[in-house]
C-alpha cells in the first residue's frame, strides 16, 4: 500500500528560529513527485513546496526547503526564520499512482510559532 | 489565480437526509476530487474525476456518491447522511496540462455536522 507518515502531530518553534517537520513515504514507484501544504487556521489548504523523486536537488522556496532523502523514502520540511504567520497545519502528500493526480495525505503536524 | 467554490461553508444536516456538497471551479482543470478531514487522519480521498461523467473510488466512497455533469462543478452526494459521516470536506481541482502531476487547488471546505 502506498501511505504517507508524518510522526509528529504537533510542533513549536521560537520565533526566527528554524524548524523541521518529518515525513515519510513507501511507494513501489522511481519516479513521483512530492508536496508540502499549508492548512491555516482560515483552513483553505495552499501548496508549499513540490519535489520531484527524479531531482537529486532539494527543492526551495524562499525561506522553506526540503531534504528529500530518496533511498530512505523521506521527505521533510524546514522552515528557516519562522515567522507567526507561518502558524499551521502542515500536510506532507504525494500521487501514488503514475497515471492520476489522486494525492494522498498524511494525517498532519501542527505547528505553533511561539512570538 | 484558481478559484475553487465550495458552496456551504457550514451545514448542519439531520441522520437520515440526503445532502448535497456543490464545489465549483474556475480554471477548467481535468481534475477534481474530493476529501474528508478528520483530526489525526489528515486527508482522506473520497471520490476524484479526472473528465466529465468520469468517477474514481478513492480511499473511503463508502456513504458516498458523486456527480459531474459539467466540467467545473463536481457534486459530493451523501445519500442517507449518518453521524459518522460529521467532518470537513475539501474539494480540490487540479490540470493535467504538460506536467503529469500537478499541485491541488483546494476551496475553503465545508463543515458537515449530521445529528
Known amino acids: 500500500a502506498q501511505t504517507v507518515t508524518q510522526s509528529q502531530p504537533e510542533m513549536s518553534v521560537q520565533e526566527a528560529e528554524t524548524v523541521t517537520l518529518s515525513c515519510t513515504y513507501d511507494?513501489?514507484?522511481?519516479?513521483?513527485?512530492l508536496f508540502w501544504y499549508k492548512q491555516p487556521p482560515s483552513r483553505q489548504m495552499i501548496l508549499v513546496i513540490r519535489?520531484?523523486?527524479?531531482?537529486?536537488q532539494n527543492a526551495t522556496e524562499n525561506r522553506f526547503s526540503v531534504n528529500f532523502q530518496k533511498a530512505a523514502k523521506s521527505f521533510s520540511l524546514k522552515i528557516s526564520d519562522s515567522q507567526l504567520g507561518d502558524a499551521a497545519m502542515y500536510f506532507c502528500?504525494?500521487?501514488?499512482?503514475?497515471?492520476?493526480?489522486?494525492?494522498?495525505f498524511g494525517a498532519g503536524t501542527r505547528l505553533t510559532v511561539k512570538p | 489565480d484558481v478559484k475553487v467554490t465550495q458552496s456551504s461553508r457550514y451545514l448542519v444536516k439531520r441522520t437520515g437526509e440526503k445532502v448535497f456538497l456543490e464545489c465549483v471551479q474556475d480554471?477548467?482543470?481535468?481534475?477534481m476530487f474530493w476529501y474528508r478531514q478528520d483530526p489525526g487522519l489528515g486527508l482522506r480521498l473520497i471520490y476524484f474525476?479526472?473528465?466529465?461523467?468520469?468517477?474514481e473510488k478513492g480511499d473511503i466512497p463508502e456513504g458516498y456518491s458523486v456527480s459531474r455533469e459539467k466540467k467545473e462543478r463536481f457534486s459530493l452526494i451523501l445519500e442517507s447522511a449518518s453521524t459518522n459521516q460529521t467532518s470537513m470536506y475539501l474539494c480540490?481541482?487540479?490540470?493535467?496540462?504538460?506536467?503529469?502531476?500537478?499541485?491541488?487547488?483546494f476551496g475553503n471546505g465545508t463543515r458537515l455536522t449530521v445529528t
Open positions: 480540490a481541482s487540479s490540470s493535467t496540462g504538460t506536467a503529469r502531476i500537478s499541485p491541488l487547488h
Open positions: 511507494t513501489s514507484e522511481s519516479d513521483y513527485y
Open positions: 519535489q520531484e523523486a527524479y531531482k537529486q
Open positions: 502528500a504525494f500521487p501514488p499512482s503514475r497515471l492520476n493526480n489522486d494525492m494522498r
Open positions: 480554471m477548467d482543470h481535468e481534475n
Open positions: 474525476s479526472y473528465d466529465v461523467k468520469m468517477k
